[in-house]
């Protein structure tokens, strides 16, 4: 499922000194991105100095998040009115050295410019453990808050999914009486066409052939008929699968796998309902399941 959420420390880490020799306290922060994922992928965007807490993060998330693309991005940042420090000559000299070297083999190479050498010699000195630990508690305080995004979410979901399960069930209804009628109309259609052979066959066969024997007749092809065309097993299973769903989507908790495999029941059954239906009503019916069934599919992919 979608969701995002944030945290900051607000500068609560370990403190860099500055020029004016005030300290300007480094912090951390982070955010959680979520998007619609059958399986759980997590991305880490995290600046080397955080880098170490990959692991601590991918196992917090990996207890609380079963499914979704999720990517955590970290940064460490500092207050508003920190201002670059002064470079120390031992920084200067080693930027020196190190420029030399890459000159000395790429000599077209631009030579460092103030800015580049203010920007790699003001980086926040926060100290590395507590900025890592600071990170891990946010992860935490921004996974709480992506949790209740997500549920919301999940909750607007199985709103959808509990009304598209309404809609089977009257389909379902609908398409019970339609058997009975059927097989009615089919055995009277049978007899009709017997009955005309008979008059026509009368005079050469010597009546032989009497309307009781025709009534049979028609009965026998109408029950292969019904046969053929029962479907009230398929609406049981498709009854008993629907009452299933609306169990799981009431219970919440994880339930997204368990509905996949409903889901893929529901379409099994509603193929079988097209397969043998007779009439366009039936087909109808049958199309307006899978459509439902289908749009039931791509939201249920997403719940965890």
């Known amino acids: 499922m979608t969701g995002y959420a944030s945290a900051h420390s607000g500068g609560s880490a370990a403190p860099a000194s500055t020029e004016s020799g005030r300290e300007s306290q480094a912090g951390v922060g982070v955010e959680i991105r979520s998007v619609n994922s059958r399986f759980l992928d997590l991305t880490f965007k995290l600046p080397d100095d955080l880098r170490a807490t990959e692991p601590a993060l991918r196992d917090l998330l990996g207890a609380r998040l079963k499914r979704g693309k999720v990517e955590v991005r970290a940064w460490i940042e500092g207050r508003s009115d920190t201002v670059p420090r002064t470079p120390s000559p031992l920084d200067l000299q080693k930027l020196v050295g190190l420029q030399d070297n890459v000159r000395a083999w790429l000599p077209t190479a631009s030579p460092l410019s103030v800015a580049e050498v203010l920007q790699l010699t003001s980086r926040q000195q926060g100290n590395p453990g507590e900025l890592n630990e600071a990170l891990v508690t946010l992860a ?150 899978k459509v439902l069934i289908e749009q039931m599919r791509e939201q249920v992919q997403n719940i965890e």
Request: aromatic share 2%; hydrophobic share 45%; net charge neutral.
């Open 140 to 289: 935490q305080t921004a996974l709480d808050g992506l949790t209740s995004a997500r549920e919301r979410e999940g909750k607007r979901l199985a709103a959808m999914l509990l009304d598209r399960l309404a809609q089977l069930r009257q389909l379902a209804k609908d398409a019970q009486p339609l058997i009975p009628l059927l097989v009615a109309q089919q055995r009277q259609r049978f007899i009709d066409r017997w009955n005309e052979a008979l008059g026509a066959a009368a005079p050469a066969q010597g009546g032989t052939i009497t309307s009781d024997m025709a009534q049979d007749r028609a009965l026998t092809e109408a029950t292969a008929f019904a046969i053929r065309i029962d479907v009230a097993e398929e609406l049981t299973r498709l009854d008993s699968h629907l009452t299933e769903i609306e169990r799981l989507l009431k219970k919440g908790a994880e339930v997204g796998k368990r509905l996949d495999f409903l889901i893929q029941e529901l379409h099994r059954e509603a193929n079988t309902l097209g397969s043998k239906s007779s009439n366009l009503e039936l087909t109808r019916i049958s199309v307006e399941m």
